[in-house]
Each structure stands twice: as C-alpha cells, then as structure tokens.
C-alpha cells in the first residue's frame, strides 16, 4: 500500500541535500553576501544518507535526486552515488549540478551507477552568466555538459530559472542549444522561496509568455500527453523537439507532489516552502530503531498537507516569502540547503 498524505499524494521521490554549499551565487537563490552555514558536525555521513534513504525505499520511495546546495562540492560523492546505485529499491537515481565541476566528475558519476544528470544554464553568454551567478564560470559549465554526453548518460535535462531583463530573450537560443546538445530544456518560473529575498512579481516570466515565445518563433506546440509526478509540463515542437515548462508561480502542480526532501543535516522538509521540518539525524544518531525512524517518517508523511506553490499564489501584494532577518537565524529557511 502507498503511504499516502491527507491529499491523497503518494510519497513517490525523495531529494537528497548532500550539501548546503554553493559555488555560485546566483541571484535568485543566493544573492546575498554572507550566509549561515549548517555546523559542519551536524552533516550526515554519507552512511547515516544511506540508512535514511533506505527507510523512504521502505515507505515508497523509487527517485532519488541528489542537490545542495552544489553537490558536485561534496567530497567523494561518486561513492555515495555508488552506494546507492546499489539499492535494489531504487529506480531512478538523479542529480542536478550547476556544472561548473562536472567535467570531472561525469564520467566517475557514470561508473558509479548515476542514471540521470540536470545542469543548470541560464544563459549562453560569459559576461552574463558572470553577472548573474557572480563566477566567471560558463566555459566550465559547457565543458560539464559536453562530458556528461561522452560519458554516455542517455538523459540530460538542463535548467534555466526565466527572470525579466536578465535572460528571458535567450529561451530560443537555449531551446537550439539544448537540441544540440541532445538534451531537454526546462524553463522554471522565478519562485519567492527562501532565499529569493529580491523576488518580485513582475520579475516572473509566466509559462504562457514562454509558449508565447516558443510558438511565435518555431509555430505551434502541441502539449505531450502523459502522466506524472514530474514538475515539468512538455511541449512538443513542430520538428518533434520537447521541451519543459515548471510553472510553479503562475500554475503551480502542488496536486501532484509527491517528493519529500531531505537536508544534509537531516531534516525531513514536505515542500519547498515549508517553514519546519522533523529532525531525523538526532533520533538516528541517538540510536532509534529502524522502526521507530520508519514511524516517524510515515506518520510525518500521512499529516501532509503542504501545498506551498498554491498558497503562495493566493497572497496578494506577494514579495519575497522570508524576510532576511529570519533567514540570517535559520539556513534550513533557504533554499540553497533544502535542495530547490
Ligand atoms: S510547493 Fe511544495 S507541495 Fe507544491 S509542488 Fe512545490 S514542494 Fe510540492
């Protein structure tokens, strides 16, 4: 029996913070100068990560996504890949980079059993990319993704966070790229979560201005007819080109979600814009029993109710969802450690 949450949503995916480090600072994530960091003590030990994965394997768990923060900044995680490559629960072992190490890495990511890769790329252009993340790092992120194809991953997405005035006239260029590639672009609205503390309305580009885009420049788009838990809506191109649309401001999928997320301190989050969450690396390390955990987890997940995106989109005169001063006392309030 699926464990299953007061919406009905089945607990399917689980994304796996392995850090709360970044390399970047790109601006609607991080923009700020200084941040909290978790007390280095308190990260899980890639041991600890595989004893909590198994218990979400038990009570449903199949997708595993690891992030950060930047995972790629966590030292030997293709053994941690590796470890949980092994797991016969797992059916889909994923990670989303920002790519800047992964020319490196990708090809001892592969060996070790990742299945899929997701590299972020806002825009193709050096001085911009400068501008935006505040690291002169694109020619790097395009040497991750050429490596991450000779390493032969059959599935590459790439991400890219639309905002007004700083990227949104590059969707085409990215829509060819990515066919080039032979990858799949994403294109994600500009989300207030924690962290987005420069948020503002009119800085989203709706998905209908992207279609919009889209269709005037390739003609119509015919939506991909299927179903899933994934956030993304597809688009199909007049030339059988798909691309991906993460409406999560304007037409948020909240109905749908059915991924937990886990901190790289081990706190179990029920959604993006949740504002706590159950601490499960003190019980593990206390010495709770395997099935004490797996309670807390079930009964965590059968009092879901969390639907964030769709809340959020009922508050007028929105802003950024947390002010600054909370997010300087609390870093499990940002993003960049809840894995985005
Ligand atoms: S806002 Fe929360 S509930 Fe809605 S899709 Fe995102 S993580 Fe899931």
């Not at 959020?312 to 993003?335: F, N, T, W």
Request: aromatic share 6%.
């Amino acid at each position: 029996m699926p464990l299953l949450d007061t919406l009905g949503r089945p607990l399917g995916s689980l994304r796996l913070s392995v850090t709360d480090r970044c390399n970047l600072r790109c601006h609607y994530c991080m923009p700020e100068d200084e941040y909290l960091w978790l007390p280095r003590e308190d990260v899980l030990s890639f041991e600890e990560i595989g004893q909590l994965a198994d218990l979400f394997g038990e009570v449903g768990v199949g997708r595993v996504r690891l992030t950060g923060g930047e995972p790629l900044l966590r030292r030997d995680l293709p053994s941690l890949v590796a470890q949980l490559a092994a797991r016969p629960w797992l059916r889909d072992l994923a990670l989303t980079t920002n790519g800047v190490l992964l020319a490196h890495a990708a090809p001892e990511l592969k060996h070790a059993g990742l299945h899929r890769v997701t590299v972020s790329l806002d825009t193709l252009r050096r001085d911009r990319f400068q501008r935006l993340t505040r690291m002169d790092a694109l020619n790097a992120v395009l040497a991750g993704i050429d490596a991450v194809r000779s390493a032969g991953f059959p599935d590459l997405k790439l991400d890219t966070v639309v905002t007004r005035g700083d990227n949104d006239d590059e969707i085409v260029d990215l829509v060819e790229f990515a066919r080039e590639m032979r990858a799949e672009v994403r294109f994600i609205e500009y989300m207030d979560v924690g962290g987005a503390t420069s948020w503002r309305p009119d800085a989203v580009v709706s998905r209908q201005e992207i279609l919009d885009c889209l269709s005037d420049h390739y003609g119509d788009l015919t939506p991909v007819d299927e179903t899933s838990s994934a956030p993304a809506a597809r688009y199909r191109l007049p030339d059988g080109t798909t691309v991906g649309i993460i409406s999560s401001t304007t037409q948020p999928f909240c109905r749908t979600c059915d991924r937990a997320r886990l901190t790289a301190d081990g706190v179990l989050l029920l959604c993006l814009y949740a504002q706590h969450g159950t601490d499960l690396r003190r019980p593990l390390r206390a010495g709770a029993s395997r099935e004490t955990l797996l309670n807390l987890i079930r009964a965590v997940w059968k009092g879901r109710a969390d639907r964030g995106a769709e809340e959020r989109r009922a508050v007028r005169g929105r802003g950024a969802y947390i002010p600054l001063r909370l997010l300087k006392k609390d870093s499990h309030l940002e993003m960049h450690t809840r894995g985005g």
